[in-house]
């Protein structure tokens, strides 16, 4: 009997429809999966009948990788390793499908470091990862609404993201705390060209820093209140931080780089 540890966000799934359901968000068969934290396999037992090309996974504890190679043998590659450590981009030489219900943490951490490391080309044709449910919906959130902030407009740079469904806490052993969601990520064939991306997370950042205020303070921090900027994105200063769209976003960061340049 395998115990779940704490430390590592681990909470298993065992209702059958979800894995099912999983599964089914994208399309598996010859494919190259990559399943990053599949603890005692049993979401990888639910892809494999779906007979992929290749399966890789990549899990942080020791004993559940012993156990996976145990278990699946030959059928799947095991790398014992941090997800966080190692670098995606350079592992493949195809592009790969990923799936992974890793502790809620590093889902949001791993979704950012992804975004903002994507060079011109992507390694992954789609991305299926569980989140925390509040987390979840601050990633697909509208703008004009409280939900929406840094993440969405982090988020939804390169990537088109849909929400497949919300998953009960019933659904995984032990239990954990809070509700979560899961949620489908794939490539934009076109986006905003920006440099370097931490423009972008600098623009997001000050300009959330104070979510209930108005724009002015921030703009006139970050563009020296530049009128021409404000004309060609037609921005109203007297709107909040929400209220402005994603493409705006993109856009100041595109020209915050080019006054800089
Ligand atoms: N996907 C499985 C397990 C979910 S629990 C299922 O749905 O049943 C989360 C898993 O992620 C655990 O197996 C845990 O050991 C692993 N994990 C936690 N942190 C990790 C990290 N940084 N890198 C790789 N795996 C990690």
Same mark, same amino acid.
């Given at each position: 009997? /395998?115990?779940?540890?704490?430390?590592?966000?681990?909470? +298993?799934?065992? $209702?059958? #429809?979800?894995l099912e359901k999983i599964t089914n968000t994208t399309s598996i068969q010859d494919? /190259?999966?990559?399943?990053?934290? !599949?603890?005692t396999g049993n979401l990888t037992s639910f892809i494999l009948q779906k007979n992929p090309k290749k399966m890789i996974v990549i899990e942080k504890d020791n004993e559940l990788a012993n =156990?996976?190679? @145990?278990?699946?043998? =030959?059928?799947? %590659?095991?790398?014992? &390793? $941090?997800?966080?450590k190692i670098d995606e981009a350079n592992l493949? @030489? &195809? @592009?790969?499908?990923? +799936?992974? #219900?890793? !502790?809620y943490n590093i889902s949001t951490e791993i979704l950012s470091k992804w975004i903002i490391n994507l060079k011109n080309n992507f390694w992954f044709d789609c991305l299926v990862l569980m989140f925390q449910k509040e987390v979840a919906n601050r990633i697909v959130a509208e703008y004009n609404t409280s939900d929406y902030g840094r993440l969405t407009i982090i988020s939804n740079w390169k990537l088109n993201i849909k929400k497949i469904c919300d998953i009960g806490r019933e659904a995984f052993s032990p239990r954990p705390k809070i509700e979560s969601s899961?949620?489908?990520?794939? !490539? %934009?064939k076109n986006f905003i060209k920006i440099n370097d991306p931490n423009n972008l997370e600098k623009i997001t950042r000050i300009f959330f820093n104070q979510r209930r205020k108005m724009l002015k303070k921030p703009f006139n921090q970050l563009f020296n209140g530049d009128q021409r900027v404000l004309d060609k994105l037609n921005i109203d200063l007297k709107l909040r931080p929400q209220n402005?769209?994603? $493409?705006?976003?993109? @856009?100041?960061?595109?020209e915050y780089e080019k006054l800089r340049s």
């Open positions: 009997m /395998i115990r779940a540890k704490k430390s590592l966000g681990q909470n +298993f799934l065992i $209702d059958k #429809n979800i494919k /190259i999966i990559l399943e990053i934290g !599949p603890g =156990n996976l190679e @145990k278990k699946f043998e =030959n059928h799947i %590659k095991v790398i014992k &390793e $941090d997800i966080l493949f @030489k &195809e @592009k790969v499908t990923v +799936f992974g #219900n890793l !502790p899961l949620l489908l990520f794939y !490539p %934009k402005i769209n994603l $493409d705006t976003y993109y @856009k100041l960061a595109y």
